[in-house]
């Protein structure tokens, strides 16, 4: 015959609120290490340029001088800003030429006189796509884009065209 007493009941029941509460403390750090190692929602910038160049999601307005310290600085001889982005010829000498803004706000550009382009800043809604064309630079390309507006209606539509920025570079090849 088992005798059980008031001492050790209450030390049984101790012995599971701690066991409880072990297990309670297990979950909850299985789900914060889940969860962190998840990390944030990754970035939308959507598919390649026309040349195959990547574009590169960067929060917020970002310009040439103002990029992440996580993106190597950009070394540009001038700088073009496009805004409000029409098509046309920008820049001192008109150097930049912007055409065919598709209706999914899309564009192309074109690099005249001695420069080409190593990097392509195009804002639309919250955040910005950078083109890194470096080291060599190109003188144009097709179908570049903000990011990708994953709440709009048809899904993954581009985010319309803010601002552009081109970072140009004196291109000897054109000397």
Do not use: W
Not at 53 to 78: K, M, S, W, Y
């Amino acid at each position: 015959m088992r005798v059980t007493t008031r001492a050790s009941r209450a030390t049984t029941g101790k012995r599971r609120a701690a066991l409880g509460a072990k297990v309670v403390g297990l979950g909850l750090t299985t789900a914060l290490a889940v969860t962190f190692a998840a990390g944030p929602a990754s970035a939308q910038p959507g598919p390649p340029s026309d040349s195959g160049e990547q574009p590169v999601e960067v929060a917020g307005n970002p310009t040439f001088t103002t990029l992440p310290t996580t993106i190597t600085p950009f070394d540009c001889d001038r700088t073009v800003k496009v805004e409000p982005v029409t098509a046309g010829s920008f820049g001192d000498d008109d150097e930049v030429t912007i055409s065919n803004i598709g209706t999914d706000n899309t564009f192309d550009f074109e690099i005249s006189d001695d420069f080409a382009a190593i990097g392509v800043i195009v804002k639309g809604g919250p955040n910005a796509n950078l083109y890194d064309y470096r080291p060599t630079g190109i003188q144009a390309d097709q179908d570049l884009h903000a990011p990708l507006n994953t709440s709009s209606a048809p899904p993954d539509d581009f985010y319309g065209l803010s601002h552009i920025d081109f970072c140009l570079v004196e291109d000897g090849a054109n000397t």
